[in-house]
């Protein structure tokens, strides 16, 4: 079976930093995206890991581990726009193949 | 990058009707695109895979009959909810991927969505 647990909701202060984790049991795994989705739009793609590892594009980072299934989400400098639904999905089979998302963390920043 | 756009953004329907809802690759071809629904507060789920000039595929406890794919076209691809009923009632959205540019690691680019509503 495919399950992607991530929690429900958090909420962090405008400015500071915050992780969002993200465990996966997925039957193969081809790599592990990050989407964000605001309310009533479509997920908008924001990192990509295949390799163990830390990869950074900006204020958001993503790393993973393919030993214990693991990736995490790392949102530096928080602002307001940043509130969001943040979806971790994985593509756990090879060529053209759909990804399995979580449910979403719904991120809330505060003043 | 790639653009997939999905028409119509909202559409409200009665009961027993059908709706279309299309999608489209506008900057790339796209032999396979993927459908997804979302209800309120859960996760996208994949409803089926849809290949250009062949059947889609379904996901386990998805009506094939109830939900129509047609990919026409290496650009367009159609969902048509048929009968509708208010328990249909949700987000629906398409998503592809850019072969060209990129490969089967590249992200999946999604539509706009489609907010269905059957009263």
């Known amino acids: 079976g495919q399950n992607i647990d991530q929690p429900t909701e958090m909420t962090a202060t405008e400015g500071a930093i915050v992780q969002i984790n993200c465990t996966y049991q997925t039957s193969g795994f081809n790599g592990l995206f990050w989407y964000q989705q605001h309310a009533g739009e479509a997920p908008t793609f924001l990192s990509y890991n295949v390799l163990d590892g830390l990869e950074e594009k900006g204020r958001f980072s993503s790393f993973l581990s393919r030993s214990k299934g693991y990736s995490y989400l790392l949102l530096k400098e928080l602002q307001m726009k940043d509130s969001a639904s943040y979806l971790c999905a994985v593509r756990s089979n090879s060529g053209n193949t759909p990804l399995v998302f979580g449910k979403g963390t719904r991120l809330s920043v505060i003043a | 990058g790639a653009v997939v756009s999905q028409h119509p953004s909202r559409v409200i329907c009665k009961s027993g009707t059908s709706v279309k809802i299309e999608c489209r690759s506008l900057d790339f071809q796209a032999t396979t695109m993927f459908w997804y629904r979302q209800f309120p507060k859960q996760s996208l789920m994949l409803m089926a895979t849809s290949n250009e000039g062949s059947k889609a595929t379904y996901e386990q406890g998805v009506e094939k009959d109830k939900f129509l794919i047609n990919h026409a076209s290496l650009t367009l691809s159609t969902l048509t909810v048929t009968s509708a009923h208010p328990e249909d009632s949700s987000f629906y959205i398409c998503?592809?991927?850019?072969?060209?540019?990129?490969?089967?690691?590249?992200?999946?680019?999604f539509g706009n969505g489609t907010r269905l509503t059957v009263t």
């Open positions: 998503s592809a991927r850019d072969l060209l540019r990129t490969d089967y690691n590249s992200p999946l680019h």
